[in-house]
C-alpha cells in the first residue's frame, strides 16, 4: 500500500507521551512551609499540621549515630581495566583518617565499565556530596553540574552558564513549565536593609505532571543534627514515609514510574520518574559560619534549612520555559552577564506564580493531559528528539513506540476499507 511521504515524515517528528494516569481528586492545598513535627532519630517525621503556627524545635541532645569501627576499604589503584583506551588517575581512596564524616560517590553506569563502581573521595570543596562523572571517572560536586539550584539560589542552566535568581522571600517562582511537566519553587529568606534584594534559599519545590502532584520539602529547624530527618514528600496529598536508611525506597502503588530513594541515611533523597526526569534532594542549613562570610544575620531560633537540588530532565521540548528550563532550549542564549562577580537574571513579575501548585505565571505552558487523544495532539508541538542529545536513547525509544502505534492504526484504517 502506497503511503505518502509527508505522513511517515511526520510520524517521525511525532513523540507520543506516555498513557496518562487516571484522573484523581484533587488533593488539599499544601502549605509551603510544612510545620514540622518532634523529630527523632528513629523515626520519620509525620505530616506538618497546617493549623499549628509555630515549630517544634529537635532535642539538641540526641545522639549522633556511632561511627562504625571497621576499618574502610582501601580499592586497590589495579583495579580499573587494563582495557581503558587513556588510564585515569583516581581521587585518593579513603583512608582510616578520613572520618565516618567523609563523602564518597562511585559511577553507577554500567556502560563503563572502566570506571563502574569504583569508589572515590569527594572533593573538601563539595559540602552538599558529589557524584561520579563517569566518562572522566572523576567525582564533581552535584552543586556544579547543569541543572543544579544550590545555595543563595545559584543556577547551573542547561546550557552550562552560572547565574542567580534572587526572586522574593514568602513567594513562589516557576523554575520550569512544559506541556506536560511543570516546577514551582518557594522561597524563603531574610531581608537585608543594607540591599535591594532579599537573601532567599528555596524551601521547597512542588512538581506537576499529568494530573499529579509531587511536593519535596524541608522543614523548618531551630538547631540544625544532621542525623535528625528534615526532609517532607508527598505525592497527591500523601505523605511518603521513608525508613532512616540508606537506599530506603518508595514506589507509589497508582503509578509505577514514580520512586523515591533515600541517598544517605536521612536529608538526602533521589526521586525520579521514568524517562521523564531524575531529581536529586538535600535538606542543608545555613551555618554561623556562612551567615558570618555573607552577613545573613542567621539566629539560633532558624537555621533557615533549604534545598539543594539537581535535576536531569529527559524529555523536554523545544518551547520549554522558566527560571531553569528556558535554559534547556535549543537555541537559547543567556541574557545575563557572564562577566560579572554574581550573574543574576530578572524576570521575577514574569515567573512568579499564585502558590506552590499554580500554573498562572506568565510564561507557563503546562496543560496537563486528561485522555489519549488529548495526548496524541498535545505531541504535534514536541520537536523531534535527536539520538545525540544526551538523553541516553530516549529519543530512539519514543520514535520506535511511535511507529509501532502508527502501524497499528495504519492496519485497522485498511481493514476498514
Known amino acids: 500500500m502506497f503511503v505518502p511521504s509527508f505522513v511517515l515524515t511526520n510520524a517521525l517528528l511525532i513523540t507520543p507521551s506516555p498513557s496518562p494516569s487516571p484522573t484523581i481528586p484533587s488533593p488539599p492545598p499544601l502549605t509551603p512551609y510544612p510545620t514540622p513535627p518532634t523529630p527523632s532519630p528513629s523515626t520519620t517525621p509525620s505530616s506538618p499540621s497546617p493549623t499549628t503556627p509555630s515549630p517544634t524545635t529537635p532535642s539538641p541532645t540526641q545522639p549522633n549515630p556511632t561511627p562504625s569501627p571497621t576499618t574502610p576499604t582501601t580499592p586497590s589503584p589495579s583495579n580499573p581495566s587494563p582495557s581503558s583506551p587513556t588510564p585515569h588517575t583516581p581521587y585518593s581512596p579513603p583512608t582510616q583518617s578520613d572520618g565516618a564524616g567523609v563523602k564518597r560517590a562511585r559511577c553507577r553506569n554500567k556502560n563503563y565499565p572502566q570506571c563502574y563502581n569504583t569508589e572515590h573521595v569527594c572533593p573538601n570543596s563539595c559540602p552538599s556530596g558529589c557524584e561520579v562523572e563517569c566518562v572522566t571517572c572523576k567525582p564533581i560536586c552535584k552543586c556544579d553540574q547543569p541543572g543544579a539550584v544550590c545555595q543563595d539560589p545559584r543556577f547551573i542552566g542547561g546550557d552550562g552558564i552560572t547565574f542567580y535568581f534572587h526572586g522574593k522571600k514568602d513567594h513562589d517562582f516557576c523554575l520550569l513549565s512544559d506541556s506536560n511537566l511543570h516546577i514551582n519553587a518557594h522561597f524563603i529568606g531574610k531581608h537585608n536593609l543594607n540591599m535591594k534584594r532579599d537573601f532567599t534559599w528555596v524551601q521547597s519545590i512542588g512538581i506537576l505532571f499529568g494530573k499529579h502532584q509531587l511536593f519535596i520539602g524541608a522543614l523548618k529547624t531551630d538547631r540544625w543534627d544532621d542525623s535528625v530527618d528534615r526532609l517532607f514528600i508527598s505525592f497527591d496529598g500523601e505523605p511518603i514515609t521513608l525508613s532512616e536508611s540508606k537506599g530506603a525506597r518508595w514506589q507509589s502503588s497508582n503509578v509505577p514510574s514514580i520512586s523515591v530513594v533515600r541517598d544517605d541515611d536521612t536529608n538526602n533523597v533521589i526521586v525520579g520518574f521514568e524517562r521523564i526526569f531524575r531529581i536529586t534532594a538535600k535538606v542543608v542549613p545555613i551555618t554561623e559560619e556562612d551567615s558570618r562570610i555573607h552577613n545573613y544575620g542567621i539566629t539560633e531560633d532558624d537555621t533557615f534549612a533549604h534545598l539543594d537540588l539537581g535535576f536531569k530532565f529527559l524529555s523536554l521540548s523545544s518551547k520549554v520555559t522558566g527560571v531553569l528550563g528556558q535554559t534547556y532550549r535549543p537555541n537559547y542564549k543567556s541574557l545575563v552577564n557572564v562577566g ?18 499554580a500554573t498562572d505565571c506568565v510564561v507557563a ?16 508541538d514536541l520537536p523531534s528528539l535527536s539520538c545525540g542529545s544526551g538523553i541516553d536513547g530516549e529519543g530512539v525509544y519514543y520514535l520506535i513506540q511511535y511507529y509501532v502505534w502508527y502501524r497499528l492504526v495504519l492496519i485497522d484504517c485498511v481493514k476498514t476499507l
Open 340 to 357: 560579572a562577580k554574581m550573574p543574576i537574571m530578572g524576570g521575577d513579575k514574569e515567573f512568579k506564580t499564585s502558590n506552590l501548585f
Open 365 to 380: 505552558r503546562f496543560k496537563g493531559i486528561n485522555s489519549k487523544e488529548e495526548n496524541i495532539l498535545e505531541d504535534l
